[in-house]
Nanobody, 119 residues
């Protein structure tokens, strides 16, 4: 199994920046991709950005050009640099890992970290 711990959330004014961090532990060699999802009140959880083991990245259209996902020097860390933040970025941000085991794939989630951008 994989455990994920996020940090770095907080309150920031419009136009500000935050960096989220996620550290994975456990069976990290099984991780195929890591990423960030977010869920705003009353809305479904949505993909923000992800990076594969091979280095490929995907971004939600709403964050392209403002957010950047990156991996740390060790393969069990991932960061989300968020710039030019807007009120609509307010949400709980969850670290996610897609892992592949001999018995099949599995999804893992962190506990979430709140990002608030007041109007």
């Amino acid at each position: 199994q994989v455990q994920l711990v996020e940090s770095g959330g907080g309150l920031v004014h419009t136009g500000g920046s935050l960096t989220l961090s996620c550290v994975a532990s456990g069976n990290i060699n099984a991780i195929v991709a890591m990423g960030w999802y977010r869920q705003a009140p009353g809305k479904q959880r949505e993909l923000v950005a992800r990076v594969t083991r091979g280095g490929s990245t995907d971004y939600a259209e709403s964050v392209k050009g403002r957010f950047a996902i990156s991996r740390g020097d060790v393969k069990n860390t991932v960061y989300l640099q968020m710039n030019s933040l807007k009120p609509e970025d307010t949400a709980v941000y969850y670290c996610h890992a897609h892992a592949s085991y001999a018995y099949g794939p599995s999804e893992h989630w962190g506990q979430g970290t709140q990002v608030t951008v007041p109007p």
